[in-house]
């Protein structure tokens, strides 16, 4: 699978994902706080399965 996911885009991943695992860890919110995870991951990694069906992709083109 070819990165799909821009730096801007990546940037903003990360930043909210560990936002909401900070926010559920001090207890500022739920349980739900665990979604978390998926943008911190499509931020890492810079592909997001659901860009797929739909061709999308915010990388710069070559």
């Known amino acids: 699978m070819k ?4 730096s ?3 940037i903003f991943r990360f930043v ?3 936002g909401l695992i ?3 860890l001090s207890g500022a919110i739920g349980q739900w706080g665990w ?3 998926v943008p911190l991951l499509t931020g890492v ?3 997001c399965p659901a860009y797929l ?3 999308m992709s915010t ?3 070559k």
């Open 16 to 18: 909210v994902g560990l």
């Open 3 to 6: 990165a799909n996911v821009g």
């Open 45 to 47: 990694l810079g592909r």
């Open 59 to 61: 990388c710069k083109r």
């Open 53 to 55: 069906p739909f061709g």
């Open 22 to 24: 900070g926010a559920t």
């Open 8 to 10: 801007v885009d990546r």
């Open 35 to 37: 979604i978390g995870v």
